[in-house]
């Protein structure tokens, strides 16, 4: 029976744990942040006797000790959360494939005013505002004009004062209101389920506009489009992330990518395509 680490968190850990050892992967936890891990201790074997580890995590610098302390191939690696975890990155890389994206302007700060000014000034507000590397919609905001615009920037330089900050760039991007919200999945490059994520009324109605579960948003499966199917499997392809979650916003005229995510949660299997486990355990076989 193969051994799967598994570096990501609790949901995604115990989702994982039954459907894969029906399947001959015994899962276990692997812990690489918060904690103290004794790297010359030859009798330290928490980390021993796994395959493959899924995935790799998300703080680089811990992730390389887990990485050298067990010594197995990742889904997905480090190139993979890397990759996806560089929004502009992203953006451009398929805006080159020929991929639909949103309007975009990375901005690598420190800027002066006049750019930041014109910079605003290339869209047609409201325009979202959004930290290169963040996730889970942290630090992301919306201005509605060019003061409220100056001010994030102003925010986000402070905080990027520290000046070993690692990623001092942020995007602005259009923003596309009434638009559906999708996250798709897809293993080894092919779509395995879809959900909808929709903010409750009276969130709405308090004026919030974020779709990210960890925001209070609800996911819903749903059949996705085989157009909007493909979109996002042109996006894997792009990229070669084998376990990706491709985000779309979808109005009535147009789809676009905004962001990719190498590490998503892994949710409840009603909301997967039949044989979503069995395509999972194929990859992570795959992997060794």
Request: glycine share 6%.
């Amino acid at each position: 029976m193969l051994r799967l680490a598994v570096a990501t968190d609790a949901e995604t850990y115990e989702r994982l744990q039954d459907p894969l050892e029906q399947r001959g992967i015994e899962v276990a936890a692997v812990a690489t942040t918060e904690r103290t891990l004794p790297l010359t201790d030859p009798e330290f074997d928490e980390f021993d006797g796994f395959d493959v580890g899924f995935v790799y995590p998300p703080r680089i610098m811990e992730g390389g000790v887990a990485d050298a302390l067990l010594g197995v191939p990742w889904v997905n690696d480090r190139d993979a959360i890397l990759t996806s975890r560089n929004k502009a990155d992203v953006i451009a890389r398929l805006d080159r494939a020929g991929i639909p994206v949103p309007e975009t302007v990375a901005v690598s700060n420190p800027v002066d005013r006049a750019t930041l000014a014109a910079t605003f000034e290339r869209f047609e507000p409201p325009v979202v505002v959004k930290p290169n590397s963040a996730t889970r919609g942290v630090g992301v905001a919306k201005a509605t004009d060019l003061d409220s615009f100056l001010g994030i920037a102003d925010y986000l330089d402070l905080v990027h004062d520290y000046r070993a900050t690692g990623d001092q760039s942020f995007l602005v991007q259009e923003y596309l209101p009434e638009a559906r919200d999708y996250r798709v999945m897809l293993v080894d490059g092919e779509y395995v389920g879809a959900v909808e994520r929709r903010l409750p009324a009276d969130a709405l109605e308090a004026g919030q506009w974020k779709h990210n579960v960890h925001r209070g948003a609800e996911a819903t499966g749903v059949d996705l489009q085989p157009e909007l199917r493909e979109l996002a499997e042109r996006v894997a392809d792009t990229l070669d992330i084998p376990w990706l979650g491709v985000d779309l916003l979808v109005t009535d005229d147009r789809a676009v990518v905004t962001e990719t995510n190498a590490r998503p949660t892994v949710d409840s299997a009603t909301k997967y395509e039949p044989g979503f486990f069995d395509d999972l355990a194929a990859l992570i076989r795959a992997t060794v």
